[in-house]
Structures are given as structure tokens and as C-alpha cells.
């Protein structure tokens, strides 16, 4: 069984900085594509940032990019989300996924995904 647990959310000043940490357990992450998706109160689910299996492509949403690094440790089985200059819009509920052997532009929907974390509270006070 495949379980993917997300941390490092918490409440941080607007231009702050965190970094979500998402380990894997059940699955080595380097048969994984991994992905970072966020939901804000009243919204869809949306596509943050993804990392193609082998680890040779990123995606961003045009809302983080220059912002916001994916980056994963197989060492350690864990995936991360660096980010920085945080804006008071980025506030939402962080998930993290993993999609076995993804790669390519279809990382950016979350129909794609086969396993989900449980989610981690990111909140930016402006």
C-alpha cells in the first residue's frame, strides 16, 4: 500500500518563506512522477507543480513559477516544494501526488494521479 504524507505547512508573513515536505512509503519515488496540488476555501483542486518520474522535467503553474522549486530526495523517498516570496494568495490546502511512471504535460491534471496525501494547511498573512 502506497501512503504519501505531507508536512511543513504552517502560518508564515506575506514574502516568507516554507518548504512542504512529502514522504513516500510503499513505492520507490523514482517510479513516480510527483506533483504538488492546492485547494483554497470555495475552489477547485489546483495544479501547483510536478516532476516527471525520472526526474528530467518541471512543470509550474504560471502563478508560482520563479517561486516555487519541486525537487525530490531519492535517498530519502521524499519529495519537496520549496517556497518563496509567498503572497497572501497563496493560502490553501497543500496536497501532494504521485503518479506511477508519469511524465510529460498531462502531470498537470490531477485526474492523472494514482496516490494522494492527506494534505498540509498553508497559511500567508498579508
Known amino acids: 500500500q502506497v501512503q504519501l504524507v505531507e508536512s511543513g505547512g504552517g502560518l508564515v508573513q506575506a514574502g516568507g518563506s516554507l518548504r512542504l515536505y512529502c514522504a513516500v512509503a510503499?513505492?520507490?519515488?523514482?517510479?513516480?512522477?510527483m506533483a504538488w496540488f492546492r485547494q483554497a476555501p470555495g475552489k477547485e483542486r489546483e495544479f501547483v507543480a510536478a516532476?516527471?518520474?525520472?526526474?528530467?522535467?518541471?512543470y509550474y503553474t504560471e502563478f508560482v513559477k520563479g517561486r516555487f522549486i519541486i525537487s525530490r530526495d531519492n535517498a530519502k523517498n521524499t519529495a519537496y516544494l520549496q517556497m518563496d516570496s509567498l503572497k497572501p494568495e497563496d493560502t490553501a490546502v497543500y496536497y501532494c501526488?504521485?503518479?506511477?511512471w508519469g511524465s510529460g504535460l498531462r502531470l498537470q491534471s490531477r485526474e492523472e494521479y494514482d496516490y494522494w496525501g492527506q494534505g498540509t494547511q498553508v497559511t500567508v498573512s498579508s
Open positions: 510503499g513505492r520507490t519515488i523514482n517510479t513516480l512522477a
Open positions: 501526488a504521485g503518479d506511477r
Open positions: 516532476m516527471s518520474w525520472n526526474g528530467d522535467s518541471t
